[in-house]
């Protein structure tokens, strides 16, 4: 089967548009979506309304989820307290815009998914929050995929692709406490982590939408790169009132337009 997994679109249907068109003309079988449909870009409700129409499988994006439940991201998620102004601007901007059925959509979105050996979630498999950079530390990285009972993780929230194969081989585990010292070893088999990078607001250095082919029968992945007319959501961003700065950081495929503002800005939670 040819599966195209598809993540953090956030808003921008022109993107999604021109993605589900490249997905078609590379005849998968089946599209999954690891989360983040809203949050940032100027069209929440038309996002949403397409994956509905679609019946695409999708899990829960820290946006999703904190649109439906209240804005409670942790604020080490942000580089600055510029960039976290601008993200709660955006955060009621997209609160205020939604309608009832894309909100109602949205909090029935679970977790994760599974499907055979393969599970997909937004960050990790322990918070819609978590970033697995591909430079994680291996053990951590290991606990991540064997945590979902699967050999191939899927997630987002990085906005940035990649695709990394953990070796299989043995893993120690000591446990200690006063009483007494366990020690467990078992064997790993190979494991992978692959991260679909963004449809709607890439961070690879480039505007184009990004999203994964994977063949479940040959296990290749193919990262796919996809052009589309993202002048069109600028001028939207600024046209609905959004922070220009989201126009700006779209067009270059970067991830914020500024260094860290203030560096004693340290998460107390």
């Keep these: 089967m040819k599966l195209a997994v598809i993540s953090c679109i956030h808003g921008n249907y022109p993107a999604l548009d021109a993605v589900l068109l490249d997905i ?8 999954v979506c690891v989360g983040d449909l809203v949050g940032y870009g100027p069209h929440p409700n038309a996002v949403v309304e397409q994956i509905r129409s679609l019946d695409i499988p999708t899990c829960q994006g820290c946006w999703d989820e904190d649109v439906v439940e209240g804005l409670n991201a942790c604020e080490c998620s942000y580089p600055s307290l510029l960039a976290e102004k601008r993200g709660r601007i955006a955060h009621e901007w997209t609160n205020q815009e939604i309608h009832p059925e894309t909100r109602e959509f949205l909090a029935q979105l679970p977790y994760s998914l599974k499907e055979g050996n393969l599970c997909f979630v937004h960050g990790s498999p322990h918070s819609n929050h978590e970033y697995l950079l591909p430079e994680l530390d291996a053990f951590l990285a290991v606990e991540r995929v064997l945590s ?122």
């Design 24 to 31: 078609d003309h590379q005849n998968a079988d089946k599209i």
């Design 148 to 269: 979902t009972g699967a050999d191939v993780l899927f997630c987002g929230h990085t906005h940035l692709p990649y695709v990394r194969t953990l070796a299989a081989g043995q893993l120690q585990v000591k446990i200690s406490s006063e009483e007494q010292q366990q020690q467990q070893t078992f064997q790993a088999r190979l494991k992978r982590i692959i991260n679909v990078g963004s449809v709607g607001e890439p961070r690879h250095g480039r505007p184009n939408a990004t999203y994964v082919i994977y063949d479940t029968d040959t296990e290749q992945v193919t990262l796919r790169e996809v052009e589309y007319d993202y002048q069109k959501t600028c001028a939207a961003i600024i046209d609905k009132g959004l922070p220009p700065i989201f126009a700006w950081r779209l067009a270059r495929g970067l991830e914020y337009a500024e260094k860290a503002d203030d560096p004693t800005h340290i998460c107390a939670r």
